[in-house]
């Protein structure tokens, strides 16, 4: 159990990274809605056998190939009201970040496209790669599939990267509107989580239960300001304020001197113990789905483990 909350914690500080990067200079929200709107357009085509050249190359699917969502159907998978999806979505269309069509609405090609766009692609790509190394250096990362697809080395796979670091991500997302009912109010809790432990030592996991005692002891969580949060997720301080009292309310949270601390208590519940394994199966996909498409192994090759290189 140790190592499962060493894997949840730095799978929370890798998602909050990926939110970051998805997030640029945008508001939260919105770079969410556009993250959603992406996966729904493309799902059908990498669904499609007759399509998997776009689902495992470089080449974004044409326009006419994704699928339109409705806002309501993207508000339903946020957890966020109808009404504020769509008045989002408008103004996403005003800013030509997508596209309103009869069925819905399309972020387009020309978009993915874009200098911003493929940065940020390549800096989620960079991202997931290291976070890789380290899971699999520590010896986290088991049972993944064979890889069906053989790529070179050299070559960057970007779009297959972003596609299921995305979809990560959204997974994360829904399980925490479980417990917190809000995707913004996930992303507070998980910073205030990440802010308190990403100064711990990788061997200090707590004992191999799940209850508050075998968690790592609140005396060594590092309390976080509100004003750290808000920057770090690029949110007001007056939004942060609100959704930290709503969190303290739920006890989820608790005010100690120097800020905020999601305790130990909190940590025990069983609702956030099936956020935290529901997000190991959802780390654990992902990296089948790398593994799959044959990126592991690329990467392997341009870093191999200490383990890959002992004799057999």
């Not at 998997?52 to 159907?73: C, K, W």
Request: with cysteine; glycine share 8%.
């Amino acid at each position: 159990m140790g190592d499962m909350r060493l894997f949840g914690r730095l799978g929370t500080g890798f998602v909050l990274d990926i939110t970051a990067i998805v997030r640029g200079k945008r508001e939260l929200l919105d770079a969410l809605l556009l993250a959603a709107i992406v996966q729904a357009n493309t799902a059908a085509i990498i669904a499609d056998p007759e399509l998997q050249a776009f689902a495992v190359g470089e080449t974004a699917p044409p326009d006419e190939l994704r699928r339109p969502v409705s806002p309501e159907a993207v508000a339903h998978e946020l957890k966020i009201p109808a009404e504020e999806a769509r008045w989002r979505i408008r103004r996403l269309v005003r800013r030509k970040l997508c596209v309103k069509v009869d069925a819905g609405v399309i972020v387009p090609t020309r978009y993915l496209a874009t200098p911003d766009y493929l940065k940020s692609s390549f800096e989620g790509y960079e991202r997931l790669r290291e976070f890789y190394y380290q899971l699999r250096d520590l010896g986290l990362l088991l049972n993944l599939p064979p890889p069906t697809l053989e790529l070179s080395a050299e070559l960057a796979p970007l779009r297959v990267v972003a596609r299921l670091a995305t979809d990560y991500l959204l997974r994360v997302l829904e399980s925490l509107t479980g417990p917190v009912a809000d995707p913004i109010a996930g992303m507070v809790l998980l910073m205030i989580f990440n802010c308190n432990v990403e100064h711990l030592a990788l061997d200090v996991r707590g004992g191999r239960n799940l209850t508050t005692e075998d968690m790592v002891s609140d005396a060594l969580r590092r309390p976080v300001r509100m004003g750290t949060v808000a920057r770090r997720l690029g949110l007001p301080r007056g939004a942060v304020r609100r959704y930290a009292a709503d969190l303290v309310a739920r006890g989820y949270c608790a005010k100690v001197p120097g800020g905020l601390v999601a305790p130990a208590e909190a940590l025990a519940r069983p609702a956030f113990v099936a956020c935290v394994a529901g997000n190991l199966i959802n780390l654990q996909r992902m990296f089948a789905g790398l593994a799959h498409l044959g990126v592991l192994r690329a990467w392997d090759d341009l870093n191999p483990s200490a383990n890959l290189l002992e004799p057999a």
